[in-house]
């Protein structure tokens, strides 16, 4: 890799920590200096999420034929404006809880325009042999921030306060718009075409490719399950087995461990065996794991360990997976639409998430925790038998990926 993808890296990388710090920092803020209860936490936390539901296609359809990495800086020094605000109102003694829904919801819908840029953007900045070694190395910086971005935020919240530790956080925007705007390569122009593709192409073109459709309908259903497990696990695990809270967040916390392992490994199977055979191998490992969840033995400290244990080998599945996803749609759509693609793949797949939560509120009422979280993972198991397909996908090379695109025009 080149300087100039390093410096785009560590960008993307320090964006990534910064996303992961305010999700954290925001609700502390709410909590500790303005001392809301449940609904004015609930509140920022349905801002932060909203823009992902229902804001990737129209960004999907205005970002294709622009230029991605002007924005890409536009976006992260709007995060940095935003996130700054908090500390200024605390200053002037403003803050509020409107002011961080508000902020909330500008944060997120910059991120969102901020992906899909970037998604767009990356095969045209790297060379196609080197992408995914490029995603392996965003997709670990990105898990990295996962696991440690929480903690991150808990240090400077309990060291600076909330209002100041907002501040680091905005500088941290501000770093990311430097580094990513440092690259000395010129971004090639936009390729356009003749036609002008309406708001539903993007949603046309995962319909007719019967790679990115299974992909986009097994993660979707991923996505919704993984959301009735995730809401029930905590009942199950802090009340019904004993585990502190400290422990319950220390086993999640394995997860992102694994999945940071599984993005680094996971290019040398696909080698050598395939890039698709490698993805099935990573999507069932990630979706079999956690059917074990509803069924770990123990209490307390051993039930911990059992659920940690799970936690990474699913991690490592889904780490893998991400890395290889990823690569295999930006070569299977067309230069000319990945920005539009990916926003409608992103609305289908992030849409699903609110319907698993209040479907995971219904039968955790109903039939219990453990109940639901067998539901949920039996949901994310048969999320895998869509994306059988992509077993067929051995290599990246540029034929599958000219053959792929003639099947989305045509």
Not at 7 to 32: D, E, K, M, N, Y
Not at 181 to 190: G, K, L, M, S
Not at 311 to 333: D, E, H, P
Request: glycine residues 12%; hydrophobic residues 55%.
């Amino acid at each position: 890799m080149d300087g100039d993808f390093k410096r785009f890296w560590a960008g993307q990388s320090v964006s990534a920590v910064g996303t992961h710090v305010t999700a954290v920092a925001l609700p502390l803020t709410a909590a500790i200096t303005l001392d809301a209860g449940a609904a004015g936490v609930s509140a920022i936390a349905t801002a932060s999420y909203l823009p992902s539901a229902v804001l990737p296609l129209l960004a999907g359809h205005w970002l294709e034929g622009r230029r991605k990495r002007g924005l890409m800086v536009a976006t992260d020094l709007l995060r940095a404006a935003a996130v700054a605000a908090i500390p200024l109102a605390w200053a002037f003694d403003h803050l509020s809880v409107a002011i961080l829904v508000a902020v909330a919801l500008v944060v997120g819908a910059a991120s969102v325009v901020f992906d899909i840029a970037s998604f767009a953007y990356l095969p045209d900045f790297v060379p196609e042999q080197e992408l995914p070694a490029a995603n392996r190395a965003l997709q670990g910086s990105s898990t990295a921030a996962q696991v440690g971005g929480p903690g991150l935020a808990g240090l400077l919240v309990q060291m600076l306060g909330p209002a100041i530790a907002l501040l680091v956080d905005a500088i941290s925007y501000v770093a990311s718009a430097v580094g990513i705007a440092a690259a000395r390569r010129t971004e090639a122009a936009p390729q356009s075409t003749d036609e002008r593709p309406g708001l539903w192409e993007g949603v046309r073109q995962i319909a007719v490719s019967p790679f990115l459709r299974s992909m986009t309908v097994g993660v979707a259903l991923y996505n919704g399950a993984a959301q009735i497990m995730v809401v029930n696990l905590v009942i199950l695990a802090v009340k019904d087995r004993g585990l502190s809270a400290g422990g319950y967040g220390i086993a999640l916390s394995a997860g992102g461990v694994g999945a940071f392992v599984g993005a680094m490994i996971v290019l040398r199977p696909a080698r050598r065996f395939g890039y698709g055979p490698a993805l099935l191998g990573s999507i069932t490992l990630s979706t079999g794991v956690p059917v074990a969840l509803a069924f770990l033995p123990g209490r307390g400290l051993e039930y911990g360990v059992l659920l940690g244990l799970v936690q990474f080998g699913a991690g490592i599945g889904l780490g893998g997976a991400n890395v290889l996803s990823v690569t295999i749609r930006q070569l299977l759509i067309p230069r000319t639409s990945l920005a539009r693609s990916n926003g409608a793949y992103r609305t289908f797949t992030y849409g699903v998430l609110p319907l698993g939560a209040a479907l995971g509120g219904v039968l955790g009422s109903t039939f219990g925790p453990t109940v639901a979280v067998a539901v949920g993972t039996a949901g994310m198991a048969v999320s895998a038998v869509p994306m059988f397909v992509v077993r067929e996908v051995r290599n990246l090379t540029t034929p599958i990926a000219l053959k792929c695109n003639r099947s989305l025009i045509s």
